[in-house]
């Protein structure tokens, strides 16, 4: 089973590394693009078959480890 | 719209961050990992309304500026 999880900045935190994806977006002259946020992706190969389990497992690596929960939201999904 | 970017390693590159993520979790004492990938997620808020366009305007930052096509992989998802 596979976790993809993926880390964002909650609404209203600053985002200085999207902000400069942004200005270079713009540099390359690629129009139409109103803002960038950036956040964090992560793929976990989990040897456990039974989805409860690797739920609960990637939960708790989610809050005690990937996401800073003051200042980011975490949302995941599993793949067989 | 709303381009959302994943950029992935290739198989075979080290990933060294992925390996750090990986004891960390073993530390934490959470079983049942295999693997462990770092990537980056990328959000782009586009003011773009045709979907072709969309698609090209994203093609285009992902192979000229947010993916190291080399070592990395790309691919998105473009939501309404």
């Known amino acids: 089973m596979k976790a993809r999880i993926k880390i964002t900045l909650k609404n209203g935190v600053l985002d200085p590394q999207g902000k400069a994806i942004h200005h270079a ?3 390359l ?13 992560i793929e976990v190969a989990l040897n456990e078959t039974d989805e409860t389990k690797a739920k609960a497992a990637v939960e708790r ?11 980011e ?6 793949v067989r």
Chains 1, 2 share one sequence.
Do not use: T
């Open 73 to 78: 939201n975490y949302s995941y999904e599993l």
């Open 61 to 71: 690596m989610c809050r005690e480890l990937l996401a800073n929960m003051v200042i």
């Open 25 to 27: 977006i713009d540099a």
């Open 29 to 41: 002259g690629i129009p139409g693009v109103d803002d960038v946020r950036q956040g964090k992706y």
